[in-house]
């Protein structure tokens, strides 16, 4: 139980476009997610947090109209980078929580690559 | 505010020898408190979590106890198998606006030698 998924696992685009990565709870409902971004060799870094139906609330530093998050149903949320830079490839995971629990679980992780 | 301490990697190990990393950490509360294991390119999983003082978590050969006496949450494992390696992150949940978030730790590389 508890498996999150993420789509794609990775994914390579040009400069200047936006690229969406999808997280999915498959059985279980998550009324949290959160978005991570992890660089070489680094511990993860928390980019937003986002409870179902409202709004995501961003970590300081990170800019909420370059990377847009949707958080539209208990089991989907989504993580829009828009026009991308080089300086945007990195390792982007999610992980999905559950009601009132401290437990977070975490997707494979999807990693983007501008050129 | 919270923090976790994780030793510095990479510790390199022989297949079958004892491991200890050690884990500290700071909080004001009673926080629970987790090993995640992320093993090459791929996401993290959840090894062990403790919520309580005394509390000793385990899975897969690993443990570790909550100690809040020393504020300690030290991984061990008695016999390590190449398969092991991997970058093993502590870290702990604090109660920030509503939701439980994850204080992490720098992450730990492990590398076992056959």
């Known amino acids: 139980g508890a498996v999150v998924s993420q789509h794609p696992s990775w994914v390579i685009c040009k400069s200047g476009t936006s690229v969406k990565i999808e997280c999915r709870s498959l059985d279980f409902q998550a009324t949290t997610m959160f978005w991570y971004r992890q660089f070489p060799k680094q511990s993860l870094m928390l980019m937003a947090t986002?409870?179902?139906?409202?709004?995501?609330?961003?970590e300081q530093g990170v800019e909420k109209d370059k990377f847009l998050i949707n958080h539209a149903s208990l089991t989907l949320s989504t993580l829009t980078v828009t026009s991308a830079h080089p300086e945007d490839s990195s390792f982007y995971i999610c992980s999905a929580q559950t009601g009132r629990t401290d437990t977070q679980y975490f997707g494979p992780g999807t990693r983007l690559t501008v050129l | 505010g919270d923090s976790v301490t994780q030793m510095e990697g990479p510790v390199t190990l022989s297949e079958e020898a004892f491991l200890t990393i050690n884990c500290t950490y700071t909080?004001?509360?009673?926080?629970?408190l987790f090993w995640y294991v992320q093993y090459p390119g791929e996401g993290l999983q959840l090894l062990l979590k403790a919520t309580k003082a005394d509390d000793k978590g385990s899975n897969k050969g690993f443990e570790a106890t909550y100690r809040k006496e020393t504020t300690s949450f030290h991984l061990e494992k008695g016999s390590v198998q190449v398969s092991d390696s991997a970058v093993y992150f502590c870290?702990?949940?604090?109660?920030?606006?509503?939701?439980?978030?994850?204080?992490w730790g720098a992450g730990t590389k492990l590398i076992i030698k056959p």
């Open positions: 870290a702990l949940s604090d109660l920030m606006d509503s939701n439980y978030q994850l204080i």
């Open positions: 986002s409870n179902e139906g409202s709004k995501a609330t961003y």
């Open positions: 909080a004001t509360g009673y926080p629970s």
